[in-house]
């Protein structure tokens, strides 16, 4: 499964940016995560590809929405209200093994596309 991200870039605190991820072939689980300098990668947003089921850090819950569209097996991250702690690499992630739980640990994943850089300036 190659996965490719698009839509990082700079933008103010309080701004937005939009990042997608296409899949090569459909799945099951399709998420973000997020690594921060000097940061452990850290869990940002996930979506159960049969029936939508999503699921989101508390740090950015409210202000980020992850959504998709079926027909180009592609994955979206709406990020609003962005502080500069958003600051990180974003990673497009994904899995072809069902399971009942939305979220998945970072483990779970087989699939990891190449970081897509978002800067939110203060």
């Known amino acids: 499964v190659q996965l490719q991200a698009y839509g990082g870039g700079l933008v103010q605190a309080g701004g937005y940016l939009r990042l997608s991820c296409a899949a090569s072939?459909?799945?099951?689980?399709m998420g973000w995560f997020r690594q921060a300098p000097g940061k452990e990668r850290e869990f940002v947003a996930a979506?159960?590809?049969?029936?939508?089921?999503?699921k989101y850090a508390d740090s950015v819950n409210g202000r980020f929405t992850i959504s998709k569209n079926n027909a180009k097996n592609t994955v979206f991250l709406q990020m609003n209200s962005l502080k500069p702690e958003d600051t990180a690499v974003y990673y497009c992630?994904?899995?072809?093994?069902?399971?009942?739980?939305?979220?998945?640990?970072?483990?779970?994943?087989?699939?990891w596309g190449q970081g897509t850089q978002v800067t939110v300036s203060s």
């Open positions: 992630v994904a899995d072809r093994h069902y399971s009942g739980s939305v979220y998945l640990p970072e483990y779970r994943y087989d699939y």
């Open positions: 979506l159960r590809w049969s029936g939508g089921s999503t």
């Open positions: 072939i459909s799945v099951y689980h």
